[in-house]
Structure formats: C-alpha cells, structure tokens
C-alpha cells in the first residue's frame, strides 16, 4: 500500500511540471510496470494520416483556393464605382455628391432610406437629398450584384466549403493521434514530439491525453 501510495504521488508531481518533464521521471517509475518501453503501435501510421490530411489543406490553398481568391479581389477592384449624378445642398451651400467608393455614405444612404435617421423627412418626400441617396444604393446595389456572379463565376464559396471540410479532416486526425492511447514509452515520446511540433502543449486537452498515458503507464489508477 506505501508503494502505491508513492507511486501515485510521485505521478501526481509529474503531471505538474509538464510533459517534457514527465519523460525521466517516468522512466523509472515504468521499471516493474507492465508498460513496454519499446514497442511502437499505430501511432505512426495516425501521425503520418494527420500529414498527408494537412498535406492536402496546404495543396488546395496553394493551388487552387488561394490563386481563385487573388483573381476574384482583382475582378472586384476592376469594377468601376459610382459617383451620383444627382446631388444635394449642404450646409455650406456647396452641392454634395455621394460616390460608392465611400462605404459610410453608403451605410448612411441605405439607413436614411429604411428610415432609421430621419424623424421629419421620408424618401417619399421626394427632393434632391432623397434623390441622390436612392441613386447611391442603387449604384451599389448594382455592384454587389457583379460581386456576386464574379464569386460564383470564380466558384469562392465552393472552394472556401471544400477547404473546411481538409481542414476539419485534418484536425479530427491530429486529435486522432494525440488522443490515442498509448502502450509505451517509445510511444509516448513519440506523441510528445508531434505534440510540440504541432505547437499544442499549452492545450489542455493535449494535456490530458498525456496526462491519461502516463497514469496507464505507470499502472496508477486516479
């Protein structure tokens, strides 16, 4: 029973310092321990599944998602915007014009028109500021309408659909390999070393994957 109780706090102060800490310490808490320090199982074959599922994430971005979008943001920059031709007196007496180049005159217009500023005065009231402004939004609702068929034509929402779905592939492998029980301490090191290539120690579900193989490795029972 002192053994065991040893034993169990002598891994409760592993689990405090850290996984790369755990490595020595652990070592020598596997001697007599039914954990084999040498034997690899299928945590290669996860690993190596995780890299060519990220593999294919960095291909399509490369390839395809990311040449598509550069194209599609120049085909949007080519569309010429739109200064109105009606216009508008200000308080200086000076004749305002409103272009869609400028989006808060745009977020005004579209506003002022679903009557969320004016009290006193209504697009029906008709006028040269009432004018000018549904001229605006028609201007742009003119060229969001061209965004849309240049996104449909250059197939955005498709190519950004199918790199959730490698990107989720991928992440369901890496967890894959970071959850899978191991049997050994060669197997641990192992999933020590993706852990910290893969920047996931200050992870706390990485953590407890870690800390569950090394309480099955030294035969301790929380």
Request: with cysteine; proline share 4%.
């Amino acid at each position: 029973m002192a053994q065991q109780t040893h034993s169990r706090r002598s891994a409760l102060g592993i689990l405090a310092t850290g996984p790369v800490a755990m490595l020595p310490a652990l070592a020598v808490m596997s001697c007599g321990t039914k954990a084999d320090a040498g034997t690899i199982g299928e945590l290669p074959a996860l690993i190596a599944k995780y890299h060519r599922a990220e593999a294919r994430c960095t291909r399509f971005d490369e390839r395809v998602e990311s040449p598509a979008c550069k194209q599609f943001a120049e085909a949007v920059g080519a569309i010429p915007h739109h200064r109105t031709v009606h216009g508008f007196a200000n308080i200086n007496g000076d004749v305002t014009h409103l272009d869609t180049a400028n989006p808060a005159s745009v977020a005004v217009a579209r506003k002022a028109l679903a009557g969320e500023i004016y009290e006193t005065s209504k697009p029906t009231d008709g006028g040269a500021y009432w004018d000018t402004v549904r001229e605006l939004v028609r201007a742009d609702d003119a060229r969001n309408e061209q965004m849309g068929r240049l996104r449909i034509d250059f197939r955005i929402d498709e190519y950004d659909s199918h790199s959730e779905k490698l990107a989720s592939y991928a992440w369901e492998a890496k967890w894959a390999a970071i959850n899978y029980p191991v049997n050994s301490l060669a197997e641990l090191c192992l999933k020590l070393d993706f852990i910290e290539e893969e920047g996931a120690f200050a992870d706390e579900d990485a953590g407890l994957a870690v800390a569950a193989d090394v309480r099955r490795l030294a035969g301790i029972t929380i």
